[in-house]
Every structure is written in C-alpha cells, then in structure tokens.
C-alpha cells in the first residue's frame, strides 16, 4: 500500500486530509508538528509527504531542508500546503527541493491529482533508477566473471563451469577433463608483433577454440595467453584426443591481420577429475604441468598428465618463486671463464657466466635455471644484469692496468627479438664504460632460426656499432653452411660435444677439422668450448684452431678468483703448474 505522511499543526485540515486519503486506500501516517514530522519521515519512509508550510517551532521549510539533508529521505516527493499563496514562498519551497505546492483551501481532486502525479513521477523516476542499477550490476558481473580481451569466461567462471560439469554422482562412464592450453613462444610473438597485434592474436585464438569445440566444452581465459576448458561426457562419445587434435590443426592455422600473416601453435596438457585431482586447483596444476611436458617436446603437441611430472614440476614451481628473488637477494653472480689463444697462449678474453647460489640448494645449474628465466620476462631483466656486471667488471680491470682482454656475454633469443635489445645493450654497454669492440655476444643458432630476418637485422646493426657476434654451441643446431653465411659472424665456438670425442672418435674430428677450415674460409675466429685435455688441445693446435676455453686451462671462476688469475703469469705453456689451484662450485643438478 502506498504510504503517505501528513505534517500539519491545524488540527483540522489534518483530519479531513488523512480521511480523505484513507478513503482513497492510501496508508495514512500524521505528525502534529515540523520536528516529529521528521521523525516520522525517517521512521515510516513514506511514498510521500504533504507538508504544511506555516508551523509554530520548526516550519515546513526547515522540514523540508532536514529531510533533503538525510540519505534515506532525501528522494521522497514533497508536496507543500499552505493558505499563503505567495508567489515569493512558492519560489522558496520549490528552490529547496519541493515537487509541488498546494493552496488551502483545496478541493478533493487538486489533492488527489497533485498526489497521483507526483506518484507517478516518482515511478518513472524509480524505474529508470533501478535499470541503471540493473546494467552497473551486469557490467560488475561481466568483469568479475569474463575477461575483457576476449570475452570468454576468467578463473572465477571457470570454477562455476567445472562444478557444473561434476556429475551429481560418479557414473563410471562419465568423464570429466580439464585442458590446459598455452601458445608456444608467445612472450617473443608479442614482443615481435607489439601489444595491439598481440591481443589481436588473442582474440583471434579465442575465436577459433570456440569454432573448434562449440558446445561441447566450456573456455576460459586464465591469463596472457594461457586457456582453460573443460570437457565432460561419456567415456564412449568423449574423444579427448581427436578434440586436442582439432585444436591444434585449427590453431596452428595462419591468422591475417591486415598485411600481416603471423603463425602460433599451442601446447596442451589434459587432467583428469578426480584421479589427477579432486580439486580443480590442483586439476588445473597438474594438467599445466602436462601441458609444459608437452612444450618441452617442442609444443604443438598434447599430453595426458601422468604423475610422475609433478615430483619434479613442484620442484620447478619452487625454483621459479626463488628465481624472481634471486637478483633483488644478490643470489646471481656472474663466473668468468677465460678465453686462451692457442699461438700466444695467454689469456685474450672470458666467458660470462650465470651463477644461481640457491640459499638452501646451493649452485643452481644454469641448463635448469636459464630455461626457467626464459620462460618469464626475468630473462630480460636478469640478461641486462649479467652484461652490466661483466662490462663493468672488465672495464675496471682494464683500468687496474690488467692485460686487456674481450668479454663474450650469452644472449638469449628472447632477448633479441625484444623490440628494446639494441637500444638496452648499447645503453649498458656506454654507462660502464667498456669499448664496443671489447664486448662479444654469444647466440645459438636456434636463437637466430625463430625469425632469420630479424636476427640478421639485429645482428647487423650490433656489428655496425662494433660489438662482436659469437655463433656458440656450433655442431649441435641446424647447422648448414649456407645459413652461417648470411649471418654475420666473427667468432664460432665449436660444441664441447665434438672437442670431448676428438680423440676416440674419428667422425668428432673430421667434423672439428672441416669446421675449422671452413670457418677460417668465412674469416671466423674459431674458438674450441670444453677443452679438458692436453691431447685435445695438442689436435686443435695441430688444426689450427685459434682460441680454447675449458678446464683443462680453468674452470669458470668468481670475479676475484679470475683477477688472480689474469694478474698471474699462467699461460698455455705453464699449465701444469697451476691447473685446479681455484675452487669451483659445482652446481647441483633438481
Ligand atoms: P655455454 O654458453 O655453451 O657455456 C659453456 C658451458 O660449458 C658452461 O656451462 C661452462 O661452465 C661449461 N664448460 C666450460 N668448460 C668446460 C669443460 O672443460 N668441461 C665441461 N664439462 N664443461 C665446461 P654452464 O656455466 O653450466 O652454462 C651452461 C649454459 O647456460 C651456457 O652454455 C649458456 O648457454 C647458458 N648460460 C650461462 N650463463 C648465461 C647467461 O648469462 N645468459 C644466458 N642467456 N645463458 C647463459
Ligand atoms: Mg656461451
Ligand atoms: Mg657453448
């Protein structure tokens, strides 16, 4: 029933309003005077108030202005009565918040018509209200449920959508699965082709995993370019593998954006409810964990979960939280191996090295950690550290009046494929100081295949600056002739894989003879990794090869450890009088 509060001193006039409206059907409250008419007003929250004007102590006005004052009165439609017709005081009113103005004496229509209008007002006024709360409410909805980007349900969805999928009780028939879906390199796609493309990209594999699986799965976005989905059927119809199947065919697809034609694949990694987990916390886990199997065979490929991944996945979990401290804890440091040139036998430059000291693990080896670095963006940060620290360690040995030597820094393909790279390293380079031609950078050749134009452009304009390109690992790669030739290198370093088998195996040689020959045909420098013998050393001497670095001269070394050594007299030819003198962590391997 609508409810309407009368505030009126005049005893009179109050009693025949409240019985007309009462007739009328309305539920009728009265106060006798302005301060309880308040009162009233936050006790009754009437659809309406009629409210005398003239009233001893408080009057209509000041009614009228202590209800506008309160939250929860501020919107009741206000109608004045009063028997002074003054056009001054109607402005009054009105100018406070009044919705309408009554003269006494009134007949039973003004009162009723003043009455249903502004009931109605207020109506049309309540439900626009309440549309609008209607559509803020479903935007909240939306952005606390979907993901923004694509439109597919976020984490949150996700959860609602594998609950419902759980069969109310477990037929053996039933099965329930959740996918784990990643794009294979995608951190170097969206940093070739920038944020706008990149989301593009995103939208575009939405577009296609929903193509893909139509009603038959639910999707969600979980983050950047990682999918979930989950699938749930009878074991006889489900065919979780073709489904995998037709998702990669279909990602694997080109996407056309403008003139730009980009290529992905995907890994993905498959969990069962409940065997691979009864929660869909630790489904979503293990099915990742798959799903990193999977990537780790080169992507584009699916994987069920098996159990035996997770022993070591945990492991790896753990690692990668350390890792992101690692650098702020000052874990990281930075070995130098040195460089030995055969012909004079002194030391003419050093390796940089990557060292994790894990505070309970101790070493780290960098084959488990690098990998893990470059799996996040932490490669960026933690490369551009390692190419501060061994600059501006070899420049203040250069300024210690040391023998001068060139300092090769790894390079990571994700690093060069960042649009910042070039700008990055010639800026840390000039801020410690070191000349150009002093510094060398090591890639493999993997790193250069992922986009051949663009390695050879950054390495191009590297070597116009004067820093030097080392082609590391060479022998373990694609390795083809007519590849090394585009790119331009100056320096190759044969893989210790070729150099341990030189003097067992007649094939390791003939390969370590032909690459020397031939990159000396190229003009490279070529330098012999893993050099653990002297009769290794004596055939690559024999060959002609230029440089060797490895134990057989020394182990990578702490910065202090490597000063000594380049301030000593140790050459090629005096080996033997101070091999193994410095201590040498060796990493520990998960
Ligand atoms: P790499 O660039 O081929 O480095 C040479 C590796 O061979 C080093 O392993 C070195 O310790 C090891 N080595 C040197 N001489 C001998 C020897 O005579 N015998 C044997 N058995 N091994 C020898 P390390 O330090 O474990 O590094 C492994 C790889 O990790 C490096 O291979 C490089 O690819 C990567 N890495 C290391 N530091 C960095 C870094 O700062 N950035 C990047 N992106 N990668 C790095
Ligand atoms: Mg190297
Ligand atoms: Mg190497």
């Known amino acids: 029933m609508t409810k309407i509060l009368i505030i009126e001193d005049d005893k009179t006039v109050m ?23 308040v009162e009233m007003a936050r006790q009754v929250r009437p659809d309406l108030i009629i409210c005398d004007v003239m009233m001893p102590e408080v009057d ?30 109607i402005r009054q009113g009105m100018k406070l918040g009044a919705d309408d103005y009554l003269t006494k004496p009134y007949t039973r229509m003004d009162l009723l018509d003043a009455i249903s209008s502004r009931l109605a007002k207020q109506n049309t006024l309540n439900q626009h209200f309440n549309s609008q709360l209607r559509q803020v409410e479903a935007r909240l909805h939306y952005a606390l449920y979907y993901d923004t980007l694509t439109g597919l349900p976020n984490r949150l969805l996700f959860r609602d959508q594998f609950l419902k999928a759980l069969p109310a009780q477990s037929p053996a028939d039933w099965v329930v699965a959740v996918v784990y879906l990643s794009l294979d390199r995608y951190n170097q796609i969206s940093n070739n082709l920038g944020p706008e493309y990149a989301n593009l990209l995103l939208k575009a594999v939405a577009g296609r995993l929903k193509e893909t699986l ?36 279909n990602l694997a697809q080109p996407y056309n954006f403008d003139q730009l034609e980009v290529y992905t694949t995907a890994s993905l990694g498959i ?21 990193l199997q999977a990537r780790k065979q080169g992507g584009n490929k699916f994987e069920f979960y098996q159990p035996s991944y997770s022993t070591r996945s945990i492991d ?21 191996q040195p460089q030995v040139s055969i012909q004079h036998g002194n030391i003419v430059g050093a390796e940089a090295l990557l060292r994790w000291k894990h505070p309970e693990r101790g070493y780290i080896s960098p084959a488990i950690f690098i990998p893990l670095i470059e799996e996040t963006a932490l490669i960026h940060e933690i490369g551009d550290w390692v190419l501060k620290t061994a600059c501006s360690k070899v420049k203040s040995w250069q300024e210690a009046g040391l023998p001068p030597i060139h300092i090769a820094v790894n390079v990571s393909s994700h690093q060069i494929y960042h649009p910042n790279f070039l700008s990055n390293v010639s800026r840390i ?14 890639l493999t050749e993997s790193a250069l295949l992922h986009e051949v134009v663009t390695a050879n452009a950054v390495l191009r304009r590297l070597r116009a600056v004067g820093i030097q390109i080392a082609i590391d690992d060479f022998g373990t790669g694609y390795s ?60 690559l001497r024999k060959h002609d090869c230029d440089e060797i670095q490895g134990y057989y001269f020394s182990r990578p070394l702490p910065e202090g450890e490597f000063e000594k050594l380049l301030a000593s007299s140790k050459r090629l030819d005096n080996v033997e009088a101070t091999v193994n003198t410095f201590d040498n962590p060796s990493p520990a391997t998960v």
């Open 214 to 249: 139509g009603e038959q799965a639910s999707i969600s976005r979980l983050q950047t370019d990682e999918f979930a989905l989950v699938l749930s059927g009878s074991s006889v119809t489900l065919n979780l593998a073709q489904t995998c199947q037709s998702i990669l065919v």
């Open 271 to 291: 969990g069962f409810y409940p065997d691979d987990g009864s929660e869909l916390e630790g489904l979503l886990d293990n099915a990742r964990v798959s799903m």
């Open 316 to 336: 790896l979990v753990k690692l990668e939280t350390g890792l992101r401290h690692a650098l702020e804890r000052n874990e990281l440091e930075v070995y130098y």
């Open 429 to 442: 380079v000039q801020e410690t100081g070191l000349p150009l031609q002093n510094l060398e950078l090591e």
């Open 60 to 89: 209509g006005h000041h009614v009228l202005m202590a209800l506008r004052e309160l939250s929860e009165t501020n919107a009741i439609p206000f109608i004045f009565l009063t028997a002074k017709a003054d056009k001054s005081d």
């Open 480 to 539: 083809s002739l007519s590849y090394l030739k585009q790119f331009p290198f100056d320096t190759l370093k044969i893989d210790r894989l070729f150099i341990q088998n030189i003097g067992q195996d007649p094939e390791s040689s003939a390969i370590t003879l032909a690459t020397i020959q031939m990159a000396h045909s190229l003009n490279l420098k070529v330098i012999a990794e893993g050099v653990e013998t002297e009769s290794e050393l004596d055939f």
């Open 15 to 37: 009693a025949s309003a409240r019985d007309l409206l009462e007739a009328e059907g309305y539920d009728v409250s009265t106060a006798e005077n302005g301060r309880r008419g």
